[in-house]
């Protein structure tokens, strides 16, 4: 069973960081591209990041270039997101997702809140 939980999300002022964790089971994390998706309140779910095996690619949605970075660490199963120059638009439940077996998987996301 494919699982993904996330963690690392919380209340933070205007222009500062957090750093986001997904730790992945239930799949072989190494071989699949992983995403960061967002959700801001009252609006749609929105893509925000990408990062291809072996962390060969990444790519990100044009309002966090500069700002985000993500990675993984395959020896760990894990992914993150480094959010650095947080703004109030930030503010959102981030989710990491990925596609396995013809299959779209989700965490129960974390709470992102940009602040003063």
């Known amino acids: 069973e494919v699982q993904l939980v996330e963690s690392g999300g919380g209340l933070v002022q205007p222009g500062g960081s957090l750093r986001l964790s997904c730790v992945a089971s239930g799949f072989t994390f190494s071989r699949y591209v992983m995403n960061w998706v967002r959700q801001a309140p009252g609006k749609g779910l929105e893509w925000v990041s990408s990062?291809?095996?072996?962390?060969?690619?990444?790519t990100y949605t044009e309002s966090v270039k500069g700002r985000f970075t993500i990675s993984r660490d395959d020896a760990k199963n894990t992914l993150y997101l480094q959010m650095n120059g947080l703004k109030p638009e930030d503010t959102a439940v981030y989710y990491c997702s990925t596609y396995v077996t013809g299959n779209d998987y989700r965490g129960q996301g974390t709470q992102v809140t940009v602040s003063s």
């Open positions: 990062i291809h095996v072996r962390s060969t690619t990444t």
